[in-house]
């Protein structure tokens, strides 16, 4: 087998895991033991302790020395899940929303003292700006404000052109390969534009964050404000103990 197949083997061990799961094959919410499982499967024991390691991660399993690996179909059954869903997009359509994204032009504008201070630069600098629209259901579920220094960018994107994912964008025209984001809560009320986009009331509280995209050198690249439509947005996150 080839070694690009070897490194994804773990990946299909991990979906047939989870096929097994949601047939019920296990009685007592109880895996068979990881040698078992290989035997079962046809792949090394080694395979298969990768595959329990991520759905660990997930939140899947839960391994007790001692005792062996237990399911729990909580994490299973819990839509809209932050801590492992990356992209907004995968986050509606696991909701059950049919989704699509639209983009305002882009503009021009200068970075307050926040920005420049969450950005490292210089207050007053030009950030390269837009606005994205996630829609589930024909009904915006997520405004997203991007703003970049301009001086990161190698090229202008025309208008019209949508890249799905800040990752994308930001490699296609600053050429910087985002590693890692971090993610403040912020409390706050629908404005009279968020009020509009989300047919809410104005002053309704909301979910928000903002989020600064890093770089391989740990520099940040993107400032990003999000607002989620609290009527749409249920959302969960998954914490191991």
Not at 144 to 164: C, N, Q, R, S, W
Not at 184 to 208: D, N, Q, V, W, Y
Request: include cysteine; hydrophobic fraction near 40%.
């Amino acid at each position: 087998m080839r070694k690009k197949d070897m490194s994804k083997l773990y990946l299909r061990v991990k979906k047939d895991i989870l096929d097994m799961i949601t047939e019920g094959k296990f009685s007592d919410n109880k895996l068979p033991p990881e040698d078992e499982l290989a035997r079962e499967l046809g792949v090394s024991h080694t395979t298969v302790r990768e595959a329990l390691l991520v759905l660990t991660k997930d939140g899947v399993i839960s391994k007790k020395h001692g005792k062996g690996s237990f399911v729990h179909q909580s994490a299973l059954n819990t839509r809209m899940r932050i801590d492992s869903i990356l992209d907004f997009i995968t986050l509606l359509e696991d909701g059950g929303y049919e989704t699509r994204l639209a983009q305002s032009a882009y503009g021009v504008e200068r970075a307050s003292p926040e920005e420049s201070d969450s950005l490292g630069v210089e207050e007053g600098v030009e950030l390269f700006t837009f606005e994205r629209l996630f829609y589930a259901n024909d009904k915006v579920a997520i405004k997203a404000l991007i703003k970049i220094p301009k001086t990161y960018m190698h090229k202008l994107p025309l208008d019209g052109e949508v890249e799905m994912t800040s990752y994308a964008f930001v490699w296609k025209y600053c050429r910087e390969d985002l590693v890692q984001s971090i993610l403040e809560f912020l409390p706050t009320t629908a404005g009279k534009r968020e009020a509009e986009l989300f047919a809410i009331k104005e002053g309704s509280p909301m979910i928000s964050w903002r989020e600064l995209f890093y770089n391989i050198k740990d520099v940040p690249i993107s400032y990003n404000q999000i607002f989620f439509n609290p009527d749409i947005m249920k959302l969960k996150m998954l914490r191991k103990w």
